[in-house]
Structures are given as C-alpha cells and as structure tokens.
C-alpha cells in the first residue's frame, strides 16, 4: 500500500526567504505526487503535480517542486516566501501499482511565513 | 471557486443520530472521492465513486456508507454518531478516476456531535 510522510509538522520562514516543505513516499509501482494547499476554513487547492518527465514541475503562485527517484522524495519549493503563503500544505499520492485511484494524504505541514 | 459543492457546511447534532452529506462534483467529473479531516488523525480517504460504481475504499467505519446518483452527485450517509465522529469531511472531484488528474475539493462540511 502507498504511503506518504511529511517530516515537518511546521516550517516558520522569513519572507523574501527561499522555502522547502518535504515529502517522502512510498509506492509498489510508480508514484503520481501532488501537492495541495488548504487556507483556513477552505478546501484543498491543487498547486503541482508530477506524473512523469522533468523532475522539476511547476505549479501556481510561484511553487515548484522537485520529484526525486532515488530518495523517493517530493520536495515543494519557493525561491521568495510570502506572507500570504501561510498555510498548511499537504503532499498526497497515487500509485500506480495499486490501480491509481486511491490518494493519499500527508499529515501536513503548516508554513509560517513571517513578515 | 472549485466548482465543487457541499451540503451543508455546518452540521451540529447529538450521538447516536444519522445525517447525510451531499456533494455536487464540477460539471463533466465523473469521479468523486470523500475525506474526512480531523486534527489528531489528518486527512483521511474514505472512499472513490466513478460514475455511479465504487472503485477504492480506505478507512471508511461500517456505520458510514456512500453512494454516487445518475446525476453523479454523491452523499455520504454517517449513523450511530458517535463523539468521535465530528470533524470536516471534504468531497473532491476529478474527471476520471485517479491516475494524472488532480482533485477539485468543495469547502467541507463541518460535523459536530454533541
């Protein structure tokens, strides 16, 4: 069964400073990664994903994320942290050894951007 | 906007009752997927609807149940509350079922037992 694991339950970060919120999973076949981004008292928003091809994707409001094979990793990053970032951020997977229909969710990861 | 609807987005009721939440998917999506979320146990996949059929389930309770209408409106039915129970549960959508395409979630219906 796929898995997914988000390390860090919080990453506080200045802004104008680069961030990175990681993932890490695990698939019986090959990983289909996307990341989300939930505000407070709203729904998930797709941000990235990645199915195949460049490992680097990217994706709204400036994020890009690096999918790495070896360390079956899924990074999300920004060059310039917003305020406006703060969020909690989820990182979610499908596997395609399992059929693809199940998504999986991360625990989460809650950005503080500090002004 | 998502496209994704939710009904209601507030649901306040006392144990052992039964309530249902009703989801309309964005125009064209044929799948639907329901997910609970609470504080201490995340965001939980509960089950996957395409086109009417079950196609995944996860850590859905045998007190919940869910089905996807001709219309592809779905509605998950949750009975014998329990306190437990309460948290946001969240519909998502997407065009096919699973694979590349990203999910469209609605805003979530906030469940409180009493």
């Known amino acids: 069964a796929q898995s997914v694991a988000q390390p860090e339950d919080q990453v506080n970060v200045a802004e104008g400073n680069p961030l990175t919120v990681k993932c890490t999973y695990s698939v019986s076949g090959n990983p289909y990664l996307f990341w989300y981004v939930q505000y407070p008292n709203r729904g998930l928003q797709f941000l990235l994903k990645y199915i195949t091809g460049d490992n680097l994707v990217k994706g709204s409001y400036g994020f890009e994320a690096e999918f790495n094979k070896s360390q079956t990793s899924f990074h999300l990053k920004k060059p310039s942290a917003l305020v406006s970032d703060s969020a909690l951020y989820f990182c979610a997977v499908r596997d395609t050894g399992d059929g693809g229909f199940k998504t999986i969710f991360g625990a989460g990861t809650r950005l503080f951007v500090k002004a | 906007d998502s496209g994704v609807t939710q009904t209601p987005k507030h649901l306040i009721t006392a144990t052992g009752q039964r309530v249902t939440l009703r989801c309309s998917p964005r125009?064209?999506?044929?799948?639907v997927y329901w997910y609970q979320q609470s504080l201490d146990q995340g965001l939980q996949f509960l089950i996957q609807?395409?086109?009417?059929?079950?196609?995944a389930k996860g850590n859905i309770l045998e007190r919940f149940s869910a089905q996807q209408f001709p219309d592809l409106h779905s509605e998950l039915n949750l009975s014998s509350l329990e306190l437990g129970d309460s948290a946001l549960y969240f519909c998502?959508?997407?065009?096919?079922?699973?694979?590349?395409?990203?999910?469209?979630f609605g805003q979530g219906t906030r469940l409180t037992v009493v």
């Open positions: 125009s064209g999506d044929l799948s």
């Open positions: 998502a959508s997407s065009v096919v079922q699973g694979g590349y395409t990203e999910a469209f």
């Open positions: 609807y395409y086109n009417g059929e079950e196609r």
